[in-house]
């Protein structure tokens, strides 16, 4: 048979295996933005928790329209310049068939959209975590519409998309080191330098108010990143989305273990929240080397992950920015670490030929993952910034300083995460109970906070 002409018995046919196990992994991928509410909205002082979560779900409403107008078909039509696609059926997703399959794959394309979907809602919302306390939430929904589609639609094409600059220059990402968490991450940097520290950072306690919410949310996450991960290889034909499996549940455990020793040997303590963050971080640098790695490369990309995500969350203390829960330091440091590591761990058995360093490769792919991790921080940090400025000189970006102060809940929902009003049989007066207990670093009652808002 001559080069290029493929025999329609050979062409590849719908595969329902395939197809169903693709289903369950989007729905998988779905979950995770709910449990990263919950993750972050635990993090947060009591007065924020409603605005945290609120700011995670809105993504799922604004991404998922935008991604039918027009996202996937930038992220993943056909490649114009190697920088973003374009594809008029794919516009609505309308002139999509029933029964298309995504070239080269035995599921229909549909499914391959809405996989795709989920990633692009969850990125968006990993940003969030940085601006908690002090932003409106109109700003922060036209934040979320124009970043996904100045940033995340084309970067996602730059790394996954045929014809993407990164894909074709040999950039290994499985699921998302960088076009979703050096891409979130960097964002978050971007726009914390632009907006400025909530009132009483440094000086003010801001700790957790729920941390059974924060591990319920760590849990929901790591459940639901199998699907993120294994699912990316878009099926189970070979033995890779296995290989990724089993990586994302070794490395998350590594780098759990790894940030607890670190805790324990700098602060005397196994806390809960360097649990779950020690989890997250591995999971982080996992998503874009684990169909690259063997199980023990896995363990040294958790361990070293866990180590040095455990490290950077300090940062924002030296240097003077505040990333409210850490998406600097998780996300983007994360991130960065998982993308290099592919240079030195990568085994050339998994999903690609490409070898690292320690594998007798060299430095050539350490040279593409840093070009890779190179330009999507660049990109998103500048353009996340020039946004949050854009936005913050028209209609603002943060809210007064005395309604954050008072709580960004009532001012933004006109609601509290907890209502006691009716604990103790009623006894106790309703303004001094609609926000439990004393507001952290505000240095008044939580009743007097109510009072304030009320008026």
């Known amino acids: 048979m001559p080069p290029?002409?493929?025999?329609?018995?050979?062409?590849?046919?719908?595969?329902?295996?395939?197809?169903?196990?693709?289903?369950?992994?989007?729905?998988?991928?779905?979950?995770?933005?709910?449990?990263?509410?919950?993750?972050?909205?635990?993090?947060?002082?009591?007065?924020?928790?409603?605005?945290?979560?609120?700011?995670?779900?809105?993504?799922?409403?604004?991404?998922?329209?935008?991604?039918?107008?027009?996202?996937?078909?930038?992220?993943?039509?056909?490649?114009?310049?190697?920088?973003?696609?374009?594809?008029?059926?794919?516009?609505?997703?309308?002139?999509?068939?029933l029964n298309e399959l995504w070239d080269g794959y035995t599921i229909p394309v549909y499914v391959f959209a809405v996989f795709q979907l989920m990633f692009a809602v969850i990125t968006p919302a990993l940003i969030s975590g940085a601006l908690a306390d002090r932003v409106k939430f109109t700003a922060w929904a036209l934040f979320v519409a124009l970043w996904a589609t100045i940033v995340y639609f084309p970067v996602a094409h730059w790394v996954w998309g045929t014809g993407g600059w990164a894909f074709e220059l040999g950039v290994i990402d499985f699921a998302g080191g960088t076009a979703v968490h050096i891409n979130a991450g960097a964002a978050a940097l971007g726009v914390i330098l632009v907006i400025g520290k909530r009132v009483g950072f440094k000086k003010d306690p801001m700790r957790p108010h729920s941390l059974p919410l924060v591990m319920l949310g760590a849990g929901l996450l790591w459940f639901g990143w199998f699907g993120f991960n294994a699912g990316s290889w878009l099926g189970n034909d070979d033995g890779v989305g296995a290989l990724m499996f089993i990586n994302t549940q070794i490395a998350t455990a590594a780098a759990m273990l790894a940030w607890l020793a670190y805790e324990k040997i700098r602060h005397g303590a196994f806390t809960t929240l360097g649990a779950a963050s020690g989890a997250v971080a591995g999971l982080v640098a996992i998503t874009p080397s684990g169909g690259s790695c063997s199980p023990l490369g896995a363990i040294a990309i958790g361990a070293i992950a866990g180590l040095l995500c455990a490290l950077a969350v300090g940062l924002k203390f030296k240097f003077g920015y505040d990333d409210s829960l850490d998406v600097v330091g998780v996300h983007l440091v994360g991130g960065v670490a998982g993308s290099l590591l592919v240079g030195l761990f990568a085994t050339g058995g998994g999903q690609s030929e490409a070898q690292g360093l320690f594998y007798g490769g060299g430095l050539e792919q350490l040279g593409k993952q840093a070009a890779g991790v190179g330009a999507v921080f660049g990109y998103s940090l500048v353009a996340s910034?020039?946004?949050?400025?854009?936005?913050?000189?028209?209609?603002?970006?943060?809210?007064?300083?005395?309604?954050?102060?008072?709580?960004?809940?009532?001012?933004?929902?006109?609601?509290?995460?907890?209502?006691?009003?009716?604990?103790?049989?009623?006894?106790?007066?309703?303004?001094?109970?609609?926000?439990?207990?004393?507001?952290?670093?505000?240095?008044?009652?939580?009743?007097?906070?109510?009072?304030?808002?009320?008026?």
């Not at 609120?54 to 078909?73: D, K, P, Q, R």
């Not at 936005?391 to 907890?418: F, L, N, P, S």
């Open 4 to 97: 290029g002409i493929t025999l329609a018995a050979d062409a590849p046919q719908l595969s329902a295996a395939n197809t169903g196990f693709m289903l369950i992994c989007s729905a998988l991928v779905m979950l995770m933005t709910p449990g990263l509410a919950f993750f972050y909205g635990g993090m947060v002082r009591v007065k924020s928790t409603l605005n945290m979560l609120m700011m995670s779900f809105i993504s799922l409403g604004i991404v998922t329209i935008l991604w039918v107008l027009y996202g996937f078909s930038v992220a993943f039509g056909t490649d114009h310049g190697s920088l973003f696609g374009w594809n008029g059926d794919y516009v609505g997703l309308g002139g999509i068939g």
């Open 385 to 455: 910034a020039v946004l949050a400025f854009l936005i913050d000189k028209t209609i603002g970006m943060r809210v007064d300083e005395d309604e954050e102060v008072g709580g960004i809940d009532q001012v933004q929902h006109a609601e509290t995460a907890y209502d006691f009003s009716g604990a103790g049989g009623g006894s106790a007066p309703r303004t001094a109970t609609a926000v439990p207990g004393p507001v952290q670093g505000a240095g008044q009652s939580a009743a007097q906070k109510n009072k304030k808002v009320d008026a």
